[in-house]
Structures are given as C-alpha cells and as structure tokens.
C-alpha cells in the first residue's frame, strides 16, 4: 500500500528521482471523493494541526486494533477451513447500495462443528442463510454472522453456506480515514462520472461482504458483479465473462484461482478507458498487464505505464516468477488519493499517473506487493513490515536496476527520520507508519551488508519458492528461519536489536598513525554513544592510502559490539584519511572526533554489579587507573598499562585487589596519564 501524500519534506522537492515523492505513511491519509488530476499536487498543512491529526490517528488505530481483538477474542473461526467464495453482487449507484449473494465453500477443521463464525458490519441487511440449500438459522449481531447446524460436521466434512444480504457499505476504514466501499465521482472534460471502488486494508473485507475476515485462511474466489451498461469493473484475476443483462446492466464476472486473502479482495468500477501490455515469460508463453483508466488520464497512463512490463521481468528475474502469471497483472485507477496492491488488480489514484515517470517508484511499490504481500501475505498484522518494508526496499531496487547502486543508496538515505524511528518495526503501534515502511526498507539494506550479495537474493528467491508460505502465510520468525539457512549460522543479534527492538548505533572513531618507522601502522578506536542497547554490526572502515604518486581506497570490515573498541591494522604506506561506513550500510549516526586531552568517565553511576569506566588520552604513554575509598585508602589497581591514544574502557565489578566485594558507599576513581590526573566519583550500593 502506498498512502497519500499530505507532506513533503522542502528537500525533496527537486531531486532528481523524485518529483512526486511523498512521505509515505507519515500524516493522517485523505478520504478523496475526488481524484485529482495528475498535475494536482497535495497542500501542505500546519506542522502543529499535523501533529494533532497524528496523534489522533495513532489512538484511533490502537483502539480499533484493541477492539478487534476484544471482540474476537471468544469466537472460534478456526473450526472450518474456507476453501471458495463465490460472490455476486448488484450495485445500485443511485441509492449507493448492494445487494447480493456469498456463497462460500469451506472444510470441517474441528471433530465436531455446530457452528460457524463469520464477519459483516451490522450496517449490511443479512435476509437469509442456506447450508446445502436449506435455510439454516443465524445471528447477525457485533459485526459477526453467527450460524447454526443441527446435526454438526465432523472433521473433514465440506459445508456450502449462501449468505444474501443488502444495504449501504458504508464502514468505515478508520486507519485509512476512507469508507471500505465508496461511490465517489472522477472529473472529465464535461461533468463528473461514477468511481466506484473498495479498500479492504487491514480488516475492512467485512464492510462489504460476509467472510472470514484473517489474515491467514486464503481462498480462491469468483465475484460475479452487475452495473450500468456505461460502467467497466476490474477486479482480481481473470475475466472470465460479461454478459449484457435488462434494463441497461451489465455483468462482469472474474476469477482469482491463485489463494488470496480477504484485504486484498477488489473491485474498482468505472467509465474505464482500457489499453493492456504484455509480459512474455517463455518463448511461447505471454501473460497480458491491462491497465482501467479514466478517459481523460488515457493519454497520459499509455506513455506512464510504459515502465510496467520490465519492472515485471526484472522483479520476475530478481525473486522468481511473477506468482499469478496464468492470470495478469494489471492496475486500475480510482479516487483515493495513494495506491493499493490488489492481488494482479493494484489500484492507482489519478494524481500518481505521470508521463514523466515521477511515480515509476509508487508501480515499483506496488508491483513486487504481488511477491512480497499478496503471494505471501503476512501471518499477523504484527508482521505487517513483512509487506510494506519489502515493497518500499524494493522501489530502491528498481533505482538500483535504472540508475545503478548510487542511485539505490540515494534511495535509501533518503528514507531517514530527523527525530528518529518509533516503536519497533514487528508489532509496530501505527501499521501504515514510516517505522513500518522505512526502517522496514532499512533492515532489509543491512540484511543484505550482512549476508553479502548472493546469500542475500539466495534469501529472497528461497523465501518466496517456500512452499510452506508461497500462496499463504509467512511470520518474521519463518523469514529469519528462511535467511538462517542461506547465511549458515543464527541471525538472532540481528532481528532483534533492528526488527523487535528500538533505537540505532552513533558511533563516534578515532584513528591515529604511527610516527616514522611504522607510518603504515594504523590504530582505530570505535565508541558507541546511543542511549540504550549496544548494537553488534558489522562496520566497513575505508582507508585511503598512498600508493606511490597516487592513492588507493581500501575497505576493511570489522565487528563492532562494545561501547569502546579498538582495531590495529598495518598498510604498506601512509593513510591520508579513513571513514566509517561511508556507503550507509548501517541505520546510524557516525562522527569522527578529535581527541580531548584527557577524559574519565563512569556509567552507570550509581551501579550496583559493574561500572564501565571509559577513558579518553591524546597521546601515547602509560596509564594508571585506581580505586579509592572516602578515607583516602587505595581499594584496587584496576589498570596500568602503555596504551596509544584513543578511547578506552575498562570495567570495575566493586571488589578489591583480592577479589573481595567492597561495602556500598562512595569511591573515587583516579587516572593517572603522562598528560595529568582526573578523579572522578562513584557510587557503589548492592
């Protein structure tokens, strides 16, 4: 999915890939009863009216979040497997009303099944429920269908229940600031025409027809849907029919037979214009990419969506097969203001076609959503970066494939918070928020610094072959397990301090070298400074080093875990320079300091079981550090030793010089240089 745009950074206004960027996620989305024009372009509101409108949409999301699962807690809808819904609905514009028949098709998962449990908004009339053709009795209450049998089905059994109902969809989507389904207008040259379009995500199936609205139960599905004569439906997979009906209606149908889950169940409804590309993925085979849009966008979507077929073959050839390629691939306008990646059916606002390829990044989103969201759909919403960080890292792909890897890096500097990221990206408190799709985009960058080039795309093809999650349900922890066994050893440090924790790495160097006879000897210090965890990377340390009458730039990489940490390294002549990961392949701040003189510090202070003791000398020389208790009596040597200049740590666990643990109370710590004296307090308490 890709929000609308309602801020953008000044910044970005005028980068060269750039022209429509937009943050994605980062404010409130806008319900758009009317799309804009291409040309069109989103005001920027008040920062402190945007802050306002954040903050409350935060709370609205947790709330509906918490809702949900109060609501579900108590209702078994895991007894019956769905396996087909065959959905047909008459849509009246007019009176901004459906009408319709589900029938769904489904399997006996429990030993005995009296009951079954679906979802539907209570705005939505259900007239009638039928197993096997007889009515059977229902409840229709708390936005849940519940139906009874008599007698049960045993495990294994199929049941066929038809649900018929009518009313207004109106639900509304409160995440997205939308109604799930929406009879809107688009602009054309005289007057307005019928937009009529859905938008299921997270958990709006609901809203509009009776299913089992989770996350991991797929099926395949017909939708058999009737309109005016003047309007065209694209939906999800292929056209199976349309037939001419009385009155001046019409009916569409088509068929998804790939598995799909209910959010990504569409219809997109329109006046379309219609023009389709195609994808040849064998030397006798091709597969057609259609395009729905509006008549006055045709011009400007013929010459915008150029770009779709080879983002299909490089994707295709990157992760494997496009997954529905029996089906198509196609995108369908409408009026919400961002994107949405329907399964082989992604709906596109008017404002994001632009012949100028300035949203080539939003078809690039988009598109590998059909690998990496669609194909395999995330097993909870707690894993929803398992789809948006996956699409946004795959936009920097694409720039990768056009522009080369400085245009990827761009790519990824830009995704940067200047305040930091929220929260965590599993579980995140703000589904559709930039932690979610940004960091999200980010881990994925380290991931491949980490596994290296091969491993990392070994990874990606490995994940999405799997057939335990192609066409279902993957977790964060099956696609760590995916990477654990293309990389060969755990990747436990890595998910958890960069997908389950919070925070990132500053890092603050040093780097010294030898006086005449050893100019090529080099001594690095690496400090990390961030308040809370310490982060374990790998960090690529670039020398540039004299080579006669030239230079030579030489990457070395190193690991880096501890608070101080010091590196040697020897090169055939002098360095000029050096720089800590310069190509970004670490989420951090990085500063290269110059020494202070002399420098002493403790932390944590007051402690209880060890404190760091970390130090700062200018100059090469011997260094004494001692424990002292108030009555002046030295407790313990802790150190004393030659060191080189730089950073340097060592660590006191409350004892005396025979291992013996001290009384609580105040100490003072003395360093002892060639450069002078510091004494600092401590306080130990057990």
């Known amino acids: ?123 939505l009339n259900v007239t009638g429920v039928r197993e096997g053709g007889s009515p059977v009795p229902f409840v229709h209450q708390d936005d849940l269908i519940t139906v009874n049998f008599a007698p049960g089905f045993q495990f294994g059994d199929t049941l066929e229940l038809a649900i018929d109902y009518n009313g207004q969809p109106n639900g509304v989507n409160g995440e997205l600031n939308l109604t799930a389904f929406t009879f809107g207008t688009h602009p054309r040259p005289t007057g307005k025409q019928l937009s009529i379009y859905t938008l299921s995500e997270p958990y709006f199936a609901r809203a509009w027809w009776p299913c089992k609205d989770v996350l991991p139960d797929k099926a395949t599905v017909r939708l058999r849907i009737s309109v005016p004569d003047t309007l065209v439906v694209a939906s999800n997979g292929i056209l199976e029919s349309e037939e001419s009906l009385p009155q001046g209606k019409k009916r569409y149908t088509w068929f998804e037979s790939y598995p799909i889950t209910t959010y990504l169940v569409s219809l997109a409804i329109s006046n379309y214009r219609t023009f389709s590309h195609h994808y ?13 849009v509006y008549p006055e966008d ?87 970066w398992l789809n948006e960080g996956f699409a946004t890292y795959c936009e920097a792909l694409w720039f990768e494939q056009t522009g080369g890897f400085e245009a990827y890096i761009d790519w990824i500097r830009l995704h940067r918070s200047s305040h930091g990221f929220r929260g965590t990206v599993y579980d995140p408190e703000d589904l559709f928020g930039i932690t979610v799709y ?114 030579i730039d030489t990457t070395i990489t190193v690991w880096n875990q501890l608070e101080v940490q010091r590196y040697r390294f020897q090169f055939a002549d002098r360095v000029l320079s050096m720089a800590l990961d310069p190509d970004d392949w670490i989420l951090k701040d990085a500063t290269s300091e110059e020494l202070n003189p002399l ?45 080189p200049p730089g950073f340097h740590q060592v660590v006191w666990n409350g004892d005396n010089d025979n291992g013996e643990p001290v009384a609580s109370g105040l100490y003072f710590a003395r360093m002892k240089t060639v450069e002078g004296t510091l004494v600092r307090k401590a306080v130990f308490l057990k």
């Open 438 to 551: 940004w960091k999200g985009m980010w881990v994925l960058h380290m991931l491949r610094g980490v596994l290296g080039e091969s491993v990392f795309f070994d990874a990606l093809r490995s994940y999405g072959a799997d057939l335990r999650y192609a066409y279902g349900n993957a977790t964060t922890p099956d696609f760590q397990n995916v990477c654990e066994v293309e990389y060969g050893d755990r990747l436990d440090w890595f998910f958890e301090q960069w997908v389950y924790g919070t925070g990132e790495p500053r890092y603050q160097y040093f780097w010294t070298q030898g006086a005449s006879g050893t100019t090529g000897r080099v001594d690095v210090t690496i400090r990390q400074i961030q308040n809370g965890s310490l982060f374990k990377m790998p960090v690529n340390l670039r020398f540039t080093v004299v080579d006669g009458d030239a230079t």
């Open 280 to 292: 040849t993925y064998s030397a006798v085979d091709s597969m057609p990419v259609d395009y729905f």
């Open 298 to 384: 045709f011009e400007e979507a013929k010459k915008a969506f150029e770009v779709t077929v080879p983002m299909i073959e490089y994707y295709a050839e990157l992760f494997g097969e496009y997954p529905f390629v029996s089906e198509k691939y196609g995108m369908a306008e409408f009026g919400w203001g961002g994107a949405m990646e329907h399964q082989t059916c992604t709906s596109m606002a008017a404002g994001l076609i632009d012949s100028a390829g300035r949203a080539d990044w939003v078809i690039a989103h988009e598109l590998s959503h059909q690998w990496w969201g669609d194909m395999i759909s995330p097993g909870a919403w707690a894993d929803i």
């Open 1 to 123: 999915m890709f929000p609308p745009c309602t801020k953008l950074p000044i910044s970005l206004w005028n980068h060269p890939l750039r022209g429509l960027f937009c943050a994605l996620a980062v404010v409130t989305a806008l319900s758009l009863t009317e799309s804009p024009g291409a040309a069109q372009r989103l005001a920027t509101p008040d920062p402190r009216a945007l802050a306002k409108q954040e903050m409350a949409r935060h709370t609205r999301v947790r709330e509906r979040m918490a809702a949900e699962r109060v609501n579900k807690a108590l209702v078994d809808q895991d007894n019956i497997d769905i396996l087909h819904y065959e959905l047909s609905l008459d849509i009246d514009p007019d009176n901004e009303s459906i009408a319709g028949t589900v029938l769904i098709q489904a399997r006996a998962t429990a030993s005995s099944v009296w009951s079954v449990v679906l979802d539907l908004y209570d705005n």
């Open 599 to 643: 420098t002493l510090g403790i932390n944590p202070n007051p402690f209880n079981a060890s404190a760091r003791i970390t130090f700062e000398t200018g100059v090469p020389g011997l260094v004494e550090i001692e424990i002292f208790g108030v009555n002046g009596a030295r407790v313990k040597t802790l150190y004393r030793d030659t060191l």
